[in-house]
């Protein structure tokens, strides 16, 4: 069992074992009939059936369990699955008198450690479990509650309705963890404003497919609908409306809602680049762009020569750092462009007694160091763009490399993980880049370690992030256009590296996709056919 | 708060930069002007002119008035008070329409009028219309006319428009055999194209994958031949529905029934209609096109037929006659001696032109036309005058220009649909090259310019169901529909793009929250 990720993710004893046994028996092949997506790391299953009536079915707790019903995530998760399981269905009755020793009557759940029941999840948490299916009572065994909630994500699409409306399951061995912790869907909040309901629609879905990094990009060039307490103007100016606002309310609601699935809420605020927004509510901040010699009137990139733009940005990422309670911020520092830094004389000046001579990737490095060093003093952790290694910041050890650009981006995770940081692979999975056809089969087939390096340096790929960038997509098409594409890299990120087997995985999403179509999520179809409940979206 | 009173005022700019450019598409004269008139919801009316020749009780303009009312004011009427602001502006409390040629009942042909005028000014507020199809294409005209301020009140300002379509037949093609379409999508999409001045929604009902289309005399081909005959199946009053729908918007309802080839669905409900494969000397067990050489086949589709032909009750039908793979007939014995009894040789076009001949003289024979794919035209068949071809292939065998060249010089009416294939998907506004086709530019005469009766959009199905439907075909088509409907002269694409922006926006927002189309 490969661990991986900042060599701090422990595997406690007992799961540890568990999974080693696991690791020997082949793993693919026994997926058979089951519609289970991602595929688990170690699912064994035999012919024999148990069937659930929903009158007399209910999860429990585990005696010895750590977490009992003050546990809030669980008795959440509960619920909402025996909705995802029963709720969607018309009950038949009248197939109710199940023999006692062919009933499924209660899913216990035993939490082994401090659960962590009102943590927020972090790149470290422990997500294995196993899950014993059997009856009258199946138990599922987890270190901490976040493994509680992909085993009840798996216990559900292992139950399913026979041709008389019977609900059943096989008897199962399931023992799971992750391939990588951080397996993320970014959306982009400012080139189109979503609604908060989309986001948590989008959280849902995400916990369908074992997701647990929402990477919020929350602000960019067209607007800034992120509220903030210290600096209302941005957002008041900034925003596309008053109404395209996230308040702090709103920005809480997303966080619980992910926190309750097991969801990171990593927040962007990208800098240098990308900030016209800005401008508008905070006077100064951007460069004043010149043409001859004179301020043209247009603003570039943020001013990185003032002392005010420091003072300001400490200020906003101060209080970012503690309405976002992940562990890490993204910076962004993408795509700068220099045109405007050439264009003005103050940035001239300023580069001249720096010592940059015309190298403005310096001057860029220099804004982004004190940014970086910003945040470390508010000990949290940061994540860039990966143009803020290529131009040889002095990277703080541990800062987080996201890889985006699609060329050669083995050769750049090499690099990345060659120089000690850890990485986040984005470049092959640009979702808002569409095609005609089946794309999904590209997005699965992406081999994350291809790459040619020590096993140090595979260690250092903690994972991947799904991009779904907002140009061309708002509330209308997000949910078609994300899924069930996404899937296809969650599960890449969750399951063995062996599991590659694409008719296989074929057959399993089509069938997941219309789990999802159930569940009230407007996931696109894969090809031609049908769903028995069709969406009415 | 300075910043509040700016971003007031740049609201308020939008709202008038709004307000005329919004029309989409755009209409064949228009002058307006800075003069407004206000309209109150409560007081706010539809009516008939006196010397009308429909008057109330006139299904399709009756249900327009209560349509575009809930569209343009929804529940807004009756909550809001009459609003205080006083102003030079005169108020509009109704549009008074006038239909000249009575005609209530009827179904929209091709040789429909769509024509009207829209005239609003000091004098009167009037919509004048030939029939009662240009009536409506009026009302969604003059809804589109009408705009908001800030603080709600609603406005329309001094316009005259004189208006009419560029083509008669502009289409949308849906496919319900790759995925099924709830019924409730189906409507939806008729109301986006009257939106869009759509008049002809393509039923492209059965295919290979699925054949939802419940037959009354032959049951079993929903039963055997849909994905889930409790389910997933378009019964009679389905089908009833969607044409009374579509009529009640001035739009019609092509059906096709595609023959020879993409009739996979066809089999299990009709022992003995596809043709057996053949392996080396037996059968392999699957299935090909239907077969041409057995009597029974002409007989089924004989009586099928008829049953299209009545519950359809558009002049036209579409036959389909793409894409026929002659391997399944080649390796067939059976269809390899009713080759030679016929003197067919090798040539297996020949059997599709028979097969499609006597198809066409069963329908004809119903009083019906036809409108078929192109490989109907360009594998010779011998097809009455009256045939319309429609193009699809861009490039093979010839591209697409050249082959509406070809058709017309033929002399034969053509659809164009070929650049017009919405389910193909792309990253980035592919509306523009979507926009920016021009049907005529093809070498021919005037009189074969004047054979090109129109184009359609295709969103097939392969990739597309009820969850992404919608935002796929929305606003992408109205591209198409602008092409259809505006002046040739009409291509400007920023011009276009603000209207488009804005069109979206329109259908959004409305009360009724009219439908989601994509950005």
Request: net charge neutral; glycine share 6%; with cysteine.
């Amino acid at each position: 069992m490969e661990q991986r990720g900042l060599a701090r993710l422990r595997l406690p004893g007992l799961l540890a074992l568990l999974a080693a046994l696991a690791a020997r028996t082949p793993r693919v092949s026994a997926s058979g009939d089951l519609n289970l997506w991602p595929l688990p790391v170690s699912l064994k299953t035999t012919p024999r059936l148990f069937y659930l009536s929903p009158g007399n079915f209910f999860f429990g707790h585990s005696p010895t369990s750590k977490a009992g019903p003050s546990c809030a995530v669980l008795q959440e998760a509960f619920r909402r699955y025996y909705d995802y399981i029963f709720g969607f269905y018309k009950w038949h009755h009248g197939h109710n008198k199940i023999p006692s020793e062919m009933e499924l009557q209660k899913l216990e759940v035993s939490v082994i450690m401090d659960p962590e029941c009102d943590s927020f999840p972090s790149i470290t948490s422990d997500e294995s479990y196993t899950l014993l299916v059997k009856g009258p009572v199946a138990t599922l065994t987890a270190n901490r509650v976040w493994g509680v909630l992909r085993g009840l994500e798996t216990f559900s699409q292992l139950i399913y309705q026979d041709s008389y409306g019977t609900f059943t399951a096989n008897e199962s061995n399931i023992v799971d963890s992750p391939r990588f912790p951080h397996r993320g869907i970014l959306i982009d909040t400012s080139r189109h404003f979503l609604p908060v309901k989309t986001i948590l629609k989008t959280l849902d879905a995400m916990a369908f497919n074992k997701f647990n990094v929402l990477h919020w990009h929350i602000v960019d060039d067209q607007s800034f609908p992120y509220q903030s307490i210290s600096f209302p103007e941005l957002s008041n100016k900034g925003s596309y409306s008053l109404s395209h606002v996230y308040t702090p309310n709103d920005v809480r609601t997303v966080i619980e809602y992910a926190r309750l699935r097991g969801i990171r809420v990593l927040p962007e605020f990208d800098s240098p680049g990308h900030t016209e927004s800005w401008g508008k509510g905070q006077k100064d901040l951007l460069t004043p762009c010149y043409h001859a010699r004179e301020p043209s009137g247009t603003f570039g990139p943020i001013n990185p020569i003032l002392n005010s733009t420091y003072s300001f940005l400490s200020k906003l990422f101060k209080e970012i750092s503690t309405v976002f309670p992940d562990e890490f911020i993204h910076l962004g520092g993408d795509e700068v462009n220099f045109n405007c830094w050439e264009s003005n004389p103050a940035v001239l000046n300023f580069m001249m007694n720096k010592g940059f001579g015309k190298n403005f990737k310096k001057l860029q490095s220099f804004y982004m160091q004190m940014v970086l060093d910003m945040i470390s003093t508010m000990k949290k952790r940061s994540i860039v763009w990966q143009e803020v290694y290529d131009d040889e910041g002095k990277l703080l050890p541990g800062t987080v490399v996201q890889v985006w650009k699609m060329g050669d981006f083995y050769k750049e995770l090499e690099n990345i993980t060659a120089a000690g940081f850890p990485v986040i692979i984005s470049a092959p999975w640009y979702l808002d880049v569409i095609n005609y056809g089946q794309d999904w089969r590209q997005y699965y087939s992406v081999k994350p370690l291809n790459f040619a390096g020590t096993p140090e340096q595979k260690q250092l790929v903690i994972g991947g992030e799904a991009c779904i960038w907002g140009e061309y997509v708002d509330a209308t098409n997000l949910t078609p256009r994300l899924w069930p594409r996404a899937s296809a890299v969650g599960e890449r990120l969750w399951s063995p590296q062996e599991v590659t087997d694409l008719d296989d995985a074929y057959r399993r999403l089509t069938r997941h996709r219309c789990r999802m179509v159930r569940r009230g999520i407007a996931a696109q179809p894969l090809f031609t056919g049908y769903c028995e409940h069709e969406g009415r979206m | 708060m300075a910043g509040s009173t700016l971003r007031f005022s740049l609201l308020l700019a939008a709202a008038f930069a709004g307000r005329a450019t919004a029309l989409w598409p755009w209409p064949q004269y228009i002058q307006t002007s800075e003069l407004r008139y206000t309209i109150f919801p409560q007081s706010f009316q539809f009516q008939y002119h006196l010397s009308s020749a429909a008057q109330v009780g006139c299904s399709v303009l009756d249900e327009a008035f209560q349509r575009y009312r809930d569209l343009l004011f929804g529940s807004v009427a009756f909550r809001f008070p009459h609003p205080i602001e006083k102003r030079h502006t005169s108020e509009k409390n109704s549009l008074v329409v006038l239909v000249v040629t009575p005609g209530c009942d009827q179904f929209p042909s091709l040789g429909s009028v769509e024509n009207y005028t829209l005239t609003i000014n000091d004098e009167q507020s009037l919509l004048l219309s030939e029939t009662v199809w240009g009536a409506l294409r009026g009302l969604e005209t003059f809804s589109q006319l009408i705009w908001r301020s800030p603080e709600g009140t609603f406005y329309v300002n001094k316009t005259d428009i004189e208006d009419f379509p560029r083509f008669p037949h502009r289409g949308l093609l849906l496919d319900t055999s790759r995925h099924y379409l709830p019924l409730a999508s189906i409507l939806d999409t008729l109301d986006v194209m009257a939106y869009n001045k759509f008049n002809v929604f393509h039923w492209h009902l059965v295919d290979d994958s699925s054949f939802p289309y419940e037959s009354f005399t032959f049951p079993e081909l929903t039963k055997k031949g849909s994905y889930n005959p409790a389910t997933h199946i378009y019964t009679a009053q389905d089908v009833k529905e969607v044409i009374e729908y579509a009529r009640l918007r001035g739009i019609r309802v092509l059906a096709e029934f595609d023959t020879p080839g993409h009739t996979l669905s066809w089999g299990p409900g009709v022992p003995g209609l596809l043709t057996p494969c053949y392996s080396g000397s037996h059968p392999s067990g699957t299935f090909g096109p239907v077969n041409p050489a057995l009597n029974n086949t002409y007989e089924f589709m004989s009586t099928f037929f008829l049953e299209i032909s009545t519950v359809f009750p558009d002049f036209y039908l579409h036959l389909g006659g793409d894409e026929v793979d002659f391997t399944c007939w080649k390796s067939n014995p059976d269809i390899q001696a009713f080759m030679k009894k016929k003197g067919f040789g090798d040539d297996f076009k020949k059997l599709e032109s028979f097969y499609i001949q006597t198809l066409l003289d069963i329908v004809s024979a119903y009083g019906k036309g036809y409108v078929v794919w192109q490989e109907v035209f360009d594998n010779k068949v011998k097809v009455r005058p009256d045939t319309i071809i429609q193009v699809w292939r861009e490039e093979i065998p010839v591209k697409y220009v050249k082959e509406l060249a070809l058709v017309t010089r033929a002399g034969f009416r053509a659809l164009l649909s070929a650049p017009w294939y919405l389910n193909h998907i792309t990253y980035g506004p592919d509306w523009k090259e979507i926009y920016l086709v021009e049907p005529l530019a093809f070498e021919g005469s005037p009189e074969q310019k004047a054979l090109v009766i129109g184009g359609e959009a295709c969103m097939w199905g392969e990739y597309v169901d009820s969850t992404n439907l919608v935002p796929r075909l929305w606003p992408r088509a109205g591209a198409v529909a602008e092409r259809l409907w505006s002046n040739k002269m009409v291509s400007n694409l920023d011009f276009a793009f603000k209207r488009l922006a804005h069109f979206r926006c329109e259908l959004l927002s409305s009360p009724e929250s009219r439908h989601t189309p994509h950005p």
